[in-house]
C-alpha cells in the first residue's frame, strides 16, 4: 500500500531530498483512502513543511522525536521498555522484514515506526490495514501526546490511524495518558540512563510474551514484566 511509504516518509529527519518529495508524497495522499479530514490536514503539514526553514524544521523533529522519550517513534520502546523481551521482538519483526524481501541498514532498528510503515507497504491494501492495527494503541497515544503539544505531525499519526483495519482500545490509550509523561529535561534523561545498558543480543527468557508484531496490543495493555527502565510514562518510558 503505497499510502504507507509517504507516511513512512514524512515521519523521517527531514533533509533536502525529502523536502524535495513533497509533491510527490501529496500526490499519493490525495489518492489514499483516507477520509478527507485527515487527507487535508495531511496536505496543510506538507505544505507547512514545505515552507519551514530546513534548520528549523529539523530542530522541531529533534526536539519532538529525539528528545522526548514519550514521543519516541521505536514501536517496541512504548511496549517492553529495555527490557530483553525488546531484543527479541525486534528479532522476530526483523525476520519478518526478511521475508518480505527488506533488508536493514547497520544504522536502522527494525522497530523504528518508518521502518515498518516501508514493512507495511510492500502488502496489499487489506494486509497493510492489519498491519497498522497491530500498531493502533501505539499510533493513537503518540498522536495525542503530539497533539496535546501543539505539534503538526499529529496529523501524520492520525493518517495512520485513519488507514489501520483497527482502531485504538480509547480506554488503553486514555489511561496511558492519564498517566502522564516523563519529564524531558537533558538531567531527567540522563537519570533514565543511569542502569547498565541491556544486551538485546541475549536470549529473551523463556516464558517471555510472543515479540512479533501481532503482540504489541496485548503487550501494550498488560503489566510489564520487571525491566531496567519503567513502561509507563510517568516513571519513563
Known amino acids: 500500500m503505497l499510502a504507507c511509504k509517504a507516511l513512512a516518509g514524512l515521519l523521517l529527519y527531514p533533509d533536502e531530498a525529502l523536502i524535495d518529495s513533497l509533491p510527490e508524497i501529496g500526490d499519493i495522499l490525495r489518492q489514499a483512502a483516507l477520509p478527507p479530514a485527515e487527507t487535508e490536514a495531511l496536505l496543510q503539514f506538507c505544505n507547512r513543511l514545505a515552507a519551514t526553514d530546513l534548520m528549523e524544521a529539523q530542530s522541531e523533529y529533534v526536539a519532538l ?3 522526548a522519550p514519550s514521543l519516541s517513534l521505536y514501536l517496541f520502546g512504548h511496549v517492553y521498555g529495555d527490557s530483553r523481551e525488546r531484543g527479541q521482538a525486534m528479532v522476530d519483526l526483523l525476520e519478518d522484514y526478511h521475508r518480505m ?4 541498514t547497520a544504522d536502522e532498528l527494525p522497530d523504528f515506526l518508518p521502518v515498518f510503515l516501508e514493512y507495511a507497504s510492500l502488502h496489499e491494501a ?3 490495514r492489519l498491519l497498522l492495527g497491530e500498531v493502533a494503541e501505539v499510533v493513537s497515544l503518540l498522536a495525542a501526546r503530539l497533539e496535546r503539544r501543539g505539534a503538526s505531525y499529529a496529523a ?3 493518517a495512520i490511524e485513519a488507514l489501520s483495519a483497527r482502531q485504538a482500545d480509547r480506554e488503553v490509550v486514555e489511561a496511558r495518558l492519564a498517566e502522564g509523561e516523563p519529564e524531558d529535561t537533558p538531567e531527567a534523561i540522563d537519570a533514565r ?6 544486551n538485546f543480543m541475549e536470549p529473551a527468557v523463556e516464558d517471555s510474551a510472543c515479540s512479533k508484531a501481532a503482540s504489541l496490543v496485548a503487550q501494550f495493555s498488560r503489566d510489564p514484566p520487571p525491566r531496567s527502565r519503567p513502561l509507563n510514562p510517568s516513571d519513563g518510558s
Open 101 to 104: 524481501g527488506l533488508d536493514m
Open 126 to 128: 487489506p494486509q497493510a
Open 65 to 67: 522525536f529525539d528528545s
Open 193 to 198: 540512563y543511569e542502569e547498565a545498558p541491556v
Open 156 to 158: 501524520v499519526l492520525r
